[in-house]
Structure formats: structure tokens, C-alpha cells
């Protein structure tokens, strides 16, 4: 194994929104970085790619000329029961809409002008803590740095190495879920995002730059199973029987080849700190689909992380103080949303409570209200 002669400030493993929002800082600030990531630049991600307006200003700081973009503001939410019972409502905050394929690869540009090393297509194999410093193992090689911080993504083979709870748990209620994302060409409002339900999963629709909508949807491992593992036939004879994913399904252009997928993503509640090694975006926590803001949540994660790791690198606070005020503050911020997320995941998935529910929502505009403010956040 060859070690590289460079110690780093900090090594970032994961170069999604969390960790290349980090990577960004941390340069900024005059820090030596190290970023991995197993794709090349720019790629597919699945993901719902509908951003809450409380990171906007946070990434245009950062660098992203989103007014430059002419990107659609999403003003409305409409949610469908599996029957086709609707509620529709104005978000409070609202959002916009913007691919992974874009916004990630913008960052990436951004952290190499910066002056951060980006290993792309590269796979991390081991991190270990020794003598208050890190190792990180990859492709034959290894660095060292001061710091190491894990923002990958749903399961990672990290996670089997520090042996994480949620990765030991057996398969349950919120621990075994596959997701199937596309980019389409339809007919449906700009100022809109539907999360439509389904037998045992829902399905959002938004539209995102250059007119292309994109198209995600999440069930659980079981209900592909049934369907002989096959997306085809969990789309015609699940989605479908919702009327409005028939409508979309049947009037689209998919301008994808075949659709981008992922398997055993966990809803479990995760640890932000594993070994000295710092956790934020997806690996520190995901919150459910059906609220949204996951994206945003994983750049205001990175700020928080940088909050601590600044003043940690500065020599100002010690590694302890660093890791405690950095769990207190994530968990001050996202602690309630994850927990108000996991309580209304639950009412949905059962054909009959979700059809039921909506159907008990349609008279309460102030209930429905309430539970948008517990599942998103102030601008940051």
C-alpha cells in the first residue's frame, strides 16, 4: 500500500450536496481537503431534486448563481391518495426545483477552484483513528488527515465497517426500501409538486431546469418482490392504479434509457458521530420522502459541521468539544423534523389509512399547515 506524503486538514468521504457544500467551506477557510467520491462528475442521482427555499441564499453565498438560472419556484403541494382522493395547498416556504446531475457537478467545479482535491471514481475501503489522526484507505493507497467526515449517501460499505446500528437491524418498516427516479417530459404545472400515493409507497412529481420534470418514487423492497423484481410490472399494476400516475405514466416522454434505481435505503434513526469520524447528510440521518427538504437538510448539515470543524482546525476548541457541539447543534435543528417525518411516513403506505387520511385532511387547511412547518426549516 502507497501512503501519499500529503496530510490533509480534513478528507471528505462522499461528494453529495453535504459533502461538497463542506468541501467548499473548509477551502475557503484556508483548509487542505480531500474529497471522495465513487462517480464521475457529472452523473445521475436518485433523488427527489425539489430544494426548500431555506438553503437559497446559503448556496448562492456559497457560489451558485441560482437567480442566474431561471430554475421553477414551486409554490404548491398536492398530495393523491392511492383512490385518487387529493389534497391540494400553498407551501408556506416553497421551493424550487434542480437536478443532481447540475447543482452536484456546479459544486464539484466550485470545490476544485477552490483548491480541493477531488479523487472522483474512487472507492474508500477502510478509515481508522489512530494517534489523533485519520487514515483513509483507498484503491492501494492512503492519506492522512486531522479530520475525516462521512457524508455518504443511504448504505454505504462504511457503514458495515464501523457496524452502525441501523445497518445491523433485519429488514423492517423503515429500513428496506428501494427507489426508481426519472426525468421526464410531461404537461404539469411548474409551480407544482404532487406526491402521489400507492399501495405501500408514493411518488413525486416536479419539474426541474430546462423544462424536464423529474420523476421518483419509493416502496418498499417486499413490493418489488411481488412484482417478480421487476420495475416494469411495479409500475403498470401498483403506480398505475393511482389514476394520476396512470395519466403520468401513460403521457410522458422518459428520457432515460432505463431508470436510475437504489436499494436498501433505511429510514432508522442514525448517529452523527462514528469513531471520531464526524457523519452528516444522508449518513447522519435522511428524513422521509413524502416531507421533502432532504436535500436541504444535508447543505444546512454542512453548515453546521463547518460551524465546529473551523475553529477545531484553527486549534480554538479541542476534538472533544468539537464533536459534542457539533452533535448538540445537529440534533437542536433536525431532531424534531426527522422525528415529525417518521410519524407521518407512518400514516401513509396502507392503501386504506392513506386513503383514509387524506380523506380526514381535506376539511383541516390549518392541520395541514402545521405539518408542513414541523418537517422544514428556517433559511440558514
Not at 409500475?235 to 416522454?253: A, K
Not at 477545531?312 to 452533535?327: C, D, H, T, V
Amino acid at each position: 500500500m502507497t501512503t501519499t506524503n500529503n496530510i490533509y486538514d480534513a478528507a471528505i468521504v462522499g461528494g453529495g450536496l453535504a459533502g461538497l457544500c463542506l468541501a467548499v467551506q473548509l477551502a475557503g477557510a484556508g483548509h487542505r481537503v480531500i474529497l471522495f467520491e465513487k462517480e464521475k462528475y457529472p452523473f445521475h442521482k436518485v433523488c427527489g431534486e425539489y430544494i426548500s427555499f431555506e438553503c437559497w441564499n446559503f448556496l448562492e453565498e456559497t457560489g451558485v448563481p441560482l437567480s442566474d438560472w431561471s430554475l421553477p419556484h414551486i409554490r404548491n403541494l398536492m398530495v393523491s391518495s392511492p383512490s385518487g382522493k387529493t389534497i391540494k395547498h400553498r407551501l408556506p416556504l416553497g421551493g424550487f426545483g434542480i437536478s443532481r446531475y447540475k447543482l452536484d457537478a456546479f459544486l464539484a467545479g466550485l470545490a476544485r477552484n477552490a483548491g480541493v482535491v477531488i479523487m472522483e471514481e474512487t472507492k474508500v475501503d477502510n478509515v481508522w483513528f489512530s494517534d489523533a489522526h485519520f487514515y483513509v484507505q483507498y484503491g492501494g493507497e492512503m492519506c492522512k488527515a486531522r479530520l475525516v467526515c462521512g457524508t455518504f449517501g443511504k448504505r454505504s460499505n462504511l457503514d458495515v465497517k464501523l457496524k452502525r446500528d441501523f445497518v445491523q437491524k433485519k429488514p423492517g418498516k423503515l429500513n428496506n426500501y428501494i427507489a426508481v427516479k426519472y426525468h421526464i417530459k410531461t404537461d404539469f404545472p411548474p409551480d407544482l409538486i404532487a406526491l402521489h400515493n400507492f399501495a405501500n409507497g408514493y411518488c413525486g412529481i416536479s419539474q426541474v431546469e430546462d423544462g424536464q420534470y423529474c420523476l421518483c418514487y419509493l416502496t418498499t423492497a417486499q413490493n418489488l418482490q411481488q412484482c417478480d423484481n421487476s420495475i416494469a410490472q411495479l409500475e403498470q399494476h401498483v403506480l398505475r392504479r393511482n389514476p394520476y400516475l396512470d395519466t403520468i405514466f401513460g403521457n410522458s416522454t422518459f428520457l432515460y434509457a432505463s431508470p436510475v434505481t437504489i436499494a436498501q435505503v433505511s429510514f432508522d434513526k442514525k448517529t452523527q458521530l462514528e469513531h471520531h469520524m464526524l457523519l452528516t447528510g444522508d449518513a447522519a440521518g435522511m428524513i422521509a420522502p413524502l416531507c421533502g427538504n432532504g436535500m436541504s437538510m444535508a447543505m444546512h448539515g454542512s453548515k453546521i459541521a463547518f460551524q465546529q470543524i473551523h475553529p477545531f482546525l484553527q486549534g480554538k476548541i479541542s476534538r472533544y468539544e468539537m464533536e459534542i457541539a457539533y452533535q448538540n447543534n445537529w440534533n437542536n435543528t433536525f431532531k424534531k423534523r426527522l422525528k415529525a417525518g417518521r410519524r407521518i411516513q407512518g400514516l401513509f403506505g396502507r392503501e386504506w389509512a392513506t386513503n383514509y387520511f387524506i380523506r380526514a385532511l381535506q376539511p383541516f387547511p390549518s392541520i395541514i399547515d402545521r405539518l408542513i412547518k414541523q418537517t422544514h426549516g428556517e433559511p440558514f
